[in-house]
């Protein structure tokens, strides 16, 4: 069946519906004017068909409009002007985009046309399958030699074998097929497919090439890496389509320089969480300035206050980094620094925005709003050891930000807000700790307040002496009844088995219903059971870190109140996988291992609605310390110990950490591990070191200080601080 659509004729196997119809214009608009569009679509495969069969007859068209131009060029140059005279050619002043010129008897020469780039169309959605459904239904069409490509992982057309002690890992063939490239081991990546690429015969079963099937088909007759030849024509492709990981891929900003390129993005809220969550990156001082000028190109007169922003930032950036290395960052302190107005406004539109959560200290995130509603362009800043780390997104110009690096949107520092709770640091510490937070002002959790020195050591979480400082945070809030809904979150069943006996005890005293998570558990089961308990009495849900709660902790619990983190769940670095990926990733490596674990985390420490969260590291982890560098590394100062008048409980833990700047934190770790016994003359030339390797980071200053002054240290000493130096730990 032909179906016309604004002069363009679309074939389909039946008669669309109204609103199908409706998302037929506008996926044309969206075309003809080189916009982007978010639909969702990916459930539904006739309407696949429908949007697909625009897409390709667009298109078509355009190259037959493009083949025209070609053929007639000479002919354009000969007469120029005087080509309107002529009753066969029609010559039009305008792109064909915006006259909607399809419908074209003998011939059309369009002026502006030569300049407009070739059009590709990138499709992105948020499943490898649904690429693989899109790939499949466009075949169906029968649409030839409009190049199709669909990126997908390596795991998805890889032709090698793993090894037995990979295959129960995730993104395991990733790893092992990036090893063997690097190493060049690969048989299948080799230069055949650049020969390829060059015959004429593989191209022509490149433009054929339309599904996933089919290319792996070919490669394997070829005996060529189906991944590696198929992003060698990414170039040429009209139509890619792809998840929302390959849309942060280099290449396609760099095809973006090429040609015009229209994004169809499926699912939009996924598609902009995806952005802040896989693109983040550091940007220095020429890194700024290059973002100043995109922004002036792109964005209009309204975002000029995110320039200035900026040229503020590069003036005072000593300031900033010192503001940065504070345990708590005062976000009203920063803007004063930046000479950028806060005010009673912004804090409000961060209050009545239900769509954006609290921010935490691993990630300094703050905002600008006073944009239109329609228009909205956030910025996000993340510190890693003075680093600038900024994210730039446009609702209404996802793809134009190519030009300067982009990604993501959250909102403001809480401390704006001024509520009388405890900050956090959401870092690793590697003590033993007990942390809480708390989020309303309504809560009181002690009468008297004293201070006191953490000096004990939990070789292992499962001790009966770290459980107890567990049980004594429940009990406490069970007494105090200040929550309904409790989940408690573990990092394996294992140590869920070892907490449930001390939390069963407590039933003996208290009434509270206790339901535990295990292996087999059904999420929806689990919910709704823990839901209607909530609702009767106190209920404490005891789960792990990897369960089904912790993806569902975003829907609507209004009856969860109180969450308990217990540990950092680090994957297992000893693993052969694990060690490639960090290799493979490089100096972002250790940056990668963290990040694994505090995305977990980040899912559930930050809902709106709790009221309090308990965070707790034990020191198995204190082996992890070899691989973190200075931003990592944070000094536990002190801890608090809140002295209750109830007679019921003895006393709660809690930790307060304090970050302080970076030669501060040498001389204490100095002074507390008594790690190098300096003079005091030596602890000068030390710390001249160090501070002078924190500001420039000049290691060839570093080597001449050493050279000159390393005979004042004893060999040990010597030792110690070259290991210290090196690891770049400090």
Not at 166 to 183: M, Q
Not at 342 to 369: A, H, T
Request: hydrophobic fraction near 40%; charged fraction near 20%.
């Amino acid at each position: 069946m032909k179906i016309i659509i604004d002069r363009l004729e679309c074939d389909l196997p039946n008669q669309p519906n109204s609103d199908m119809l409706i998302t037929m214009k506008n996926v044309l608009m969206s075309l003809k004017t080189q916009s982007n569009i978010a639909l969702e679509f990916e459930s539904d495969q006739y309407k696949n068909l429908v949007i697909l069969s625009v897409i390709v007859s667009y298109i078509s068209k355009l190259k037959q409009i493009q083949e025209l131009v070609m053929s007639h060029i000479n002919i354009y140059q000969r007469v120029c002007l005087t080509i309107l005279d002529r009753d066969d050619i029609y010559f039009v002043q305008s792109s064909v985009y915006y006259q909607h010129i399809f419908d074209i008897e003998k011939f059309v020469i369009i002026e502006k046309f030569l300049e407009l780039k070739q059009v590709t169309i990138i499709i992105t959605t948020k499943l490898t399958q649904s690429v693989k459904q899109l790939s499949q239904d466009i075949k169906k069409l029968g649409v030839k030699n409009i190049p199709t490509i669909s990126l997908i992982s390596r795991q998805n057309l890889c032709f090698q074998t793993l090894k037995t002690n990979l295959l129960d890992v995730e993104d395991s063939l990733d790893i092992y097929c990036s090893y063997l490239v690097k190493n060049q081991l690969c048989q299948y990546k080799s230069d055949k497919h650049i020969l390829l690429q060059k015959d004429n015969y593989s191209r022509q079963c490149k433009s054929q090439i339309q599904d996933i099937d089919e290319l792996v088909q070919f490669t394997r007759e070829k005996q060529i890496c189906p991944y590696y030849f198929n992003q060698s024509y990414l170039e040429q492709a009209d139509i890619i389509f792809c998840t929302y990981k390959y849309f942060f891929d280099e290449r396609i900003p760099n095809i973006a320089k090429q040609k015009q390129i229209v994004l169809i993005i499926n699912e939009q809220n996924d598609f902009i969480q995806t952005c802040c969550d896989q693109y983040n990156f550091q940007l220095n001082i020429k890194d700024i300035q290059k973002l100043i000028i995109a922004i002036k190109q792109i964005l209009k007169n309204e975002y000029l206050p995110i320039v200035q922003l900026f040229q503020n930032i590069i003036k005072v950036q000593s300031k900033f980094v010192d503001i940065f290395q504070q345990s708590i960052v005062d976000a009203k302190l920063f803007f004063e620094h930046i000479n950028y107005p806060v005010d009673q406004k912004i804090i409000q539109s961060f209050k009545n925005d239900k769509n954006f959560y609290l921010n935490n200290n691993f990630y300094k995130v703050l905002v600008i709003s006073q944009f239109p509603k329609d228009e909205q362009v956030y910025f996000k800043i993340l510190n890693q050891s003075g680093q600038l780390i900024i994210t730039l997104v446009d609702s209404k110009h996802v793809m134009k930000p190519f030009v300067g690096k982009y990604a993501s949107i959250i909102l403001l520092s809480a401390s704006l807000q001024k509520q009388q709770f405890l900050e956090y640091n959401f870092s690793t510490t590697f003590s033993s700790l007990i942390y809480v937070k708390v989020k309303s002002k309504n809560i009181n959790i002690v009468e008297k307040v004293n201070d006191y020195l953490l000096d004990g050591s939990f070789q292992y979480s499962s001790t009966p002496c770290y459980l107890k400082h567990i049980q004594l945070v429940v009990q406490y809030f069970i007494l105090k009844q200040q929550s309904k809904g409790f989940v408690i979150f573990v990092p394996s069943y294992k140590f869920l088995s070892n907490i449930t006996s001390f939390i069963e005890k407590l039933q003996k005293f208290y009434t509270f219903n206790l339901i535990i998570d295990s292996a087999v558990s059904k999420f929806d089961e689990l919910v709704q059971q823990f839901q209607y308990s909530s609702s009767q009495q106190q209920t404490i849900l005891l789960t792990v870190f990897s369960g089904k709660f912790q993806q569902g902790v975003f829907l609507d619990f209004s009856f969860v109140q109180l969450i308990l983190l217990v540990s950092i769940p680090f994957l297992p670095i000893h693993e052969f996988q694990i060690q490639e990926k960090m290799k493979y990733y490089g100096d972002s490596g250790t940056y990668w291992y963290h990040w694994q674990a505090f995305s977990k985390l980040q899912q559930i420490f930050f809902r709106a609605s709790d009221q309090v969260s308990i965070f707790l590291v034990d020191q198995r982890y204190q082996q992890m310390k070899t691989l973190l560098k200075t931003r990592y590394i944070h000094v536990v100062t002190s801890s608090i110990v809140f002295q209750n008048t109830d007679q019921q409980i003895q006393q709660t833990t809690c930790q307060s950490i304090n970050l302080i700047n970076t030669k501060q934190m040498m001389i204490q770790k100095i002074q507390l591990k008594k790690r190098l016994e300096l003079m005091a003359e030596q602890a000068v030339i030390f710390n001249d070191m160090w501070q002078h390797w924190v500001i420039s980071n000049d290691e060839a200053y570093i080597k001449t200080i050493w050279k000159t002054s390393q005979h004042q240290f004893t060999p040990q000493q010597q030792k110690m601080i070259k290991l210290l130096f090196d690891s770049k730990l400090m």
